[in-house]
């Protein structure tokens, strides 16, 4: 139990966090406005593989950024035209980009990389950590030190931004009047609609946040935390994203602690590869992998019935007559 | 008379027709923004999925794994449950399968061992969608997110336990090669033309359970009740179907083709257990199901369209390195958009079309 620590433990859950956060709340703007967002998953690969692709090529990481957004709201877009234009089905929208991404990525990365569906290290392209002032004067401070230097600091911008955007999303749903359409979008588009709320372009509004939101899950997950793309890299994080949803309620601060949840499940997993743990002994590393996933089932089992989904969700907006 | 509505045969032919067309148009463009022309990638393909007879009959042997995939797919769809882990259930059908290989192959005959073979792959299938099924019947929990935890977990647990089946000496991630009591007629064997490929009678099996379904779910009670609860499952309640028994006994069957599946690319192939055999197949059943609109003659159809584009793929694959196979994945993601989310995509520019030429004609 040796190589068990907490410390490293908690710096990996706030590092693993925001792919999930930044997907979960592009996931609320999107289901809150009565837009199913399966194809979070799709929008996280292909801004990854666009940041990353970008940053590479243009040696800075913020152009890296733009691309990925542009990326993300164009397939918002699309998924926004189905849902609201076409009347269409969403799930099968949300899993058509998924599909299509996870083909695209892979033949765009190989036609400009030739590394068999990879981006070449970003080296230092990727997004270096913010040093905050006065890390190395408090070093030696035991504990105040650790914390300053490697949990609040040390941390890429984005990382600020995905804790930053919690109250921000927060503010913006309960307490603006964008957040209060949104929801009444959600919950009975027709009683919005009789007060006047335009359902039609609240919900491309939604979706257009939601992009933006998502593309920054890619941006963070391939030019932070990796420093390259990979094939299929983003392994079921918009998934688990919905997931955090559904535990939290669609309610922004329960949601982010259902991220921070699965971080640490990630972190742990990464902790017990090649451990010999008391009773069970080593686990092999293809059953760890799984946890996340086993831990999804589990949570949506238990807590479906008690959550609630917005009333309105995946069902097209027809006007009354 | 100005029509209000499209006509059966528009809707049923003319509309997916155009949706697939668009996809492909799509395809085209991002081949020739790769550098290759789309035209000359097209009779590659052509050549190669359905002119060659060798090569017809490998589109006809993907089609056979993909007709179960879609079926799988389909039966789901008629009761409003959207199956994405067929993909899942399909490699742990393998497993069953494997294991009565594993089990029998030294002691059984042809005759009994390949029916073995399918009941284990059909129940281990169906074990594997079980749970999506209970936990969304019982418990809300949406069948679409459940399912695709399955698929990985299934990647992870089949990557675990292929790893513990690999025989002494080997290094190659797959189990032991069956006895050659597990090997499927060949139809090449009745038509030499066919040359040496694996097309081998799962294909007619496929095409028995093509009619089995279409029987099953237009022409029986169980059926009538499936598309009831699909169509609208409060008033199926009052009119007294077990919304939560059919759905899961739907994930039940949906999850046995699925693994049915495997038998073709285990048994008509390779004769092993091998690490990610379905390579996508349960996916491309998603694609199918909503191409084929869950009608049997237009999953027959879509199954052998998507066979064409496997074995064409790879052929252009060779030719045209720019043009990997999972470009084919992207097709098929657009083949779901198109035929599945934006299938009236049309309707109204072809409705005024009809209006338009009707008006003419009286």
Same mark, same amino acid.
């Given at each position: 139990?040796?190589?068990?620590?907490?410390?490293?433990?908690?710096?990996?859950?706030?590092?693993?966090?925001?792919?999930?956060?930044?997907?979960?709340?592009?996931?609320?703007?999107?289901?809150?406005?009565?837009?199913?967002?399966?194809?979070?998953?799709?929008?996280?690969?292909?801004?990854?593989?666009?940041?990353?692709?970008?940053?590479?090529?243009?040696?800075?990481?913020?152009?890296?950024?733009?691309?990925?957004?542009?990326?993300?709201?164009? &397939? %918002? /877009?699309?998924? @926004?035209? *189905?849902?609201?234009?076409?009347? =269409?089905?969403? !799930?099968?929208?949300?899993?058509?980009?998924?599909?299509?991404?996870?083909?695209?990525?892979?033949?765009?990365?190989?036609?400009?990389?030739?590394?068999?569906?990879?981006?070449?290290?970003?080296?230092?392209?990727?997004?270096?950590?913010?040093?905050?002032?006065?890390?190395?004067?408090?070093?030696?401070?035991?504990?105040?030190?650790?914390?300053?230097?490697?949990?609040?600091?040390?941390?890429?911008?984005?990382?600020?931004?995905?804790?930053?955007?919690?109250?921000?999303?927060?503010?913006?749903?309960?307490?603006?009047?964008?957040?209060?359409?949104?929801?009444?979008?959600?919950?009975?588009?027709?009683?919005?609609?009789?007060?006047?709320?335009?359902?039609?372009?609240?919900?491309? &509004? %939604? /979706?257009?946040? @939601?992009? *933006?939101?998502?593309?920054?899950? =890619?941006?963070? !997950?391939?030019?932070?935390?990796?420093?390259?793309?990979?094939?299929?890299?983003?392994?079921?994080?918009?998934?688990?994203?919905?997931?955090?949803?559904?535990?939290?309620?669609?309610?922004?601060?329960?949601t982010v602690l259902g991220c921070l949840m699965f971080g640490m499940f990630g972190a742990i997993q990464i902790q017990l590869e090649g451990v010999d743990l008391p009773v069970v002994g080593r686990i092999p590393g293809s059953l760890i992998q799984m946890i996340p996933y086993v831990v999804t089932v589990v949570v949506l089992a238990g807590l479906m019935a008690k959550s609630v989904a917005p009333k309105a969700i995946g069902k097209p907006f027809v006007k009354s007559r | 008379m100005k029509k209000t509505e499209l006509p059966r045969w528009a809707t049923g032919f003319v509309l997916p027709i155009l949706n697939l067309l668009s996809a492909l148009v799509i395809a085209g463009f991002v081949i020739h923004l790769l550098g290759e022309s789309p035209l000359e990638s097209l009779e590659i393909l052509v050549d190669s999925a359905i002119v060659n007879p060798e090569g017809l009959a490998y589109t006809m042997f993907y089609a056979s794994t993909f007709i179960f995939t879609g079926l799988a797919v389909s039966i789901a769809m008629q009761a409003g449950l959207f199956n994405i882990g067929a993909e899942g259930q399909m490699y742990v059908g393998g497993l069953g399968l494997t294991l009565a290989m594993l089990a029998f192959d030294a002691s059984l005959s042809p005759w009994l061992l390949i029916p073995a073979g399918m009941i284990g792959a059909a129940l281990f299938g169906a074990a594997w969608a079980f749970l999506p099924g209970y936990l969304q019947a019982k418990r809300g929990s949406h069948v679409v997110v459940t399912t695709i935890m399955f698929n990985f977990i299934a990647a992870s647990l089949m990557n675990y336990l292929i790893l513990k089946m690999i025989p002494v000496g080997e290094q190659n991630p797959a189990s032991r090669v069956f006895s050659s009591a597990a090997e499927l007629p060949l139809l090449t064997s009745w038509f030499p033309v066919l040359g040496d490929t694996p097309l081998n009678i799962c294909f007619l099996l496929a095409i028995v359970a093509l009619v089995i379904y279409g029987l099953a779910v237009w022409r029986s009670s169980w059926g009538y009740k499936l598309r009831a609860t699909g169509l609208n499952a409060h008033a199926a309640h009052y009119a007294g179907v077990k919304i939560s028994r059919t759905i899961i006994v739907t994930m039940l069957v949906s999850g046995a083709l699925a693994g049915l599946a495997s038998v073709n690319s285990i048994l008509g192939s390779t004769h092993y257990l091998s690490l990610n055999f379905p390579a996508g197949a349960g996916f491309i059943g998603i694609a199918i199901a909503l191409m084929g609109r869950q009608n049997p003659v237009g999953i027959f159809l879509s199954s052998v369209l998507f066979g064409a584009l496997i074995q064409g793929g790879f052929d252009l694959s060779l030719e045209k390195p720019n043009i990997p196979q999972e470009t084919f994945i992207f097709i098929q993601g657009l083949i779901i958009l198109f035929c599945g989310a934006m299938e009236h995509f049309y309707a109204p520019a072809l409705l005024k079309l009809i209006n338009l030429t009707g008006k003419k004609a009286a």
């Amino acid at each position: 139990m040796e190589d068990f620590h907490i410390a490293s433990i908690i710096v990996s859950t706030i590092r693993n966090a925001p792919v999930l956060m930044f997907a979960a709340m592009a996931g609320l703007f999107a289901e809150r406005s009565g837009v199913v967002d399966i194809g979070l998953e799709g929008k996280i690969l292909a801004s990854a593989f666009v940041s990353a692709a970008v940053a590479y090529s243009t040696q800075n990481p913020w152009y890296g950024i733009a691309a990925g957004i542009a990326v993300s709201v164009a &397939l %918002a /877009m699309v998924q @926004a035209f *189905v849902a609201i234009n076409q009347k =269409g089905n969403q !799930l099968v929208c949300g899993i058509a980009i998924n599909i299509a991404m996870s083909g695209l990525t892979f033949v765009l990365a190989q036609f400009f990389f030739q590394q068999g569906g990879r981006t070449p290290d970003l080296g230092g392209a990727r997004m270096a950590d913010v040093v905050l002032p006065g890390t190395a004067a408090m070093e030696n401070i035991p504990f105040i030190g650790w914390l300053y230097g490697h949990v609040i600091g040390n941390q890429s911008v984005l990382v600020y931004l995905a804790f930053l955007l919690v109250p921000i999303v927060h503010w913006t749903l309960y307490h603006s009047r964008f957040g209060l359409r949104l929801r009444a979008c959600g919950e009975n588009p027709h009683a919005a609609d009789a007060a006047g709320v335009s359902v039609e372009r609240t919900r491309y &509004l %939604a /979706m257009l946040v @939601a992009g *933006v939101l998502c593309s920054f899950s =890619g941006a963070y !997950l391939a030019i932070v935390q990796s420093g390259f793309f990979l094939r299929d890299m983003s392994a079921g994080a918009g998934y688990l994203a919905l997931t955090a949803l559904v535990f939290g309620n669609w309610r922004p601060l329960y949601t982010v602690l259902g991220c921070l949840m699965f971080g640490m499940f990630g972190a742990i997993q990464i902790q017990l590869e090649g451990v010999d743990l008391p009773v069970v002994g080593r686990i092999p590393g293809s059953l760890i992998q799984m946890i996340p996933y086993v831990v999804t089932v589990v949570v949506l089992a238990g807590l479906m019935a008690k959550s609630v989904a917005p009333k309105a969700i995946g069902k097209p907006f027809v006007k009354s007559r | 008379m100005k029509k209000t509505e499209l006509p059966r045969w528009a809707t049923g032919f003319v509309l997916p027709i155009l949706n697939l067309l668009s996809a492909l148009v799509i395809a085209g463009f991002v081949i020739h923004l790769l550098g290759e022309s789309p035209l000359e990638s097209l009779e590659i393909l052509v050549d190669s999925a359905i002119v060659n007879p060798e090569g017809l009959a490998y589109t006809m042997f993907y089609a056979s794994t993909f007709i179960f995939t879609g079926l799988a797919v389909s039966i789901a769809m008629q009761a409003g449950l959207f199956n994405i882990g067929a993909e899942g259930q399909m490699y742990v059908g393998g497993l069953g399968l494997t294991l009565a290989m594993l089990a029998f192959d030294a002691s059984l005959s042809p005759w009994l061992l390949i029916p073995a073979g399918m009941i284990g792959a059909a129940l281990f299938g169906a074990a594997w969608a079980f749970l999506p099924g209970y936990l969304q019947a019982k418990r809300g929990s949406h069948v679409v997110v459940t399912t695709i935890m399955f698929n990985f977990i299934a990647a992870s647990l089949m990557n675990y336990l292929i790893l513990k089946m690999i025989p002494v000496g080997e290094q190659n991630p797959a189990s032991r090669v069956f006895s050659s009591a597990a090997e499927l007629p060949l139809l090449t064997s009745w038509f030499p033309v066919l040359g040496d490929t694996p097309l081998n009678i799962c294909f007619l099996l496929a095409i028995v359970a093509l009619v089995i379904y279409g029987l099953a779910v237009w022409r029986s009670s169980w059926g009538y009740k499936l598309r009831a609860t699909g169509l609208n499952a409060h008033a199926a309640h009052y009119a007294g179907v077990k919304i939560s028994r059919t759905i899961i006994v739907t994930m039940l069957v949906s999850g046995a083709l699925a693994g049915l599946a495997s038998v073709n690319s285990i048994l008509g192939s390779t004769h092993y257990l091998s690490l990610n055999f379905p390579a996508g197949a349960g996916f491309i059943g998603i694609a199918i199901a909503l191409m084929g609109r869950q009608n049997p003659v237009g999953i027959f159809l879509s199954s052998v369209l998507f066979g064409a584009l496997i074995q064409g793929g790879f052929d252009l694959s060779l030719e045209k390195p720019n043009i990997p196979q999972e470009t084919f994945i992207f097709i098929q993601g657009l083949i779901i958009l198109f035929c599945g989310a934006m299938e009236h995509f049309y309707a109204p520019a072809l409705l005024k079309l009809i209006n338009l030429t009707g008006k003419k004609a009286a």
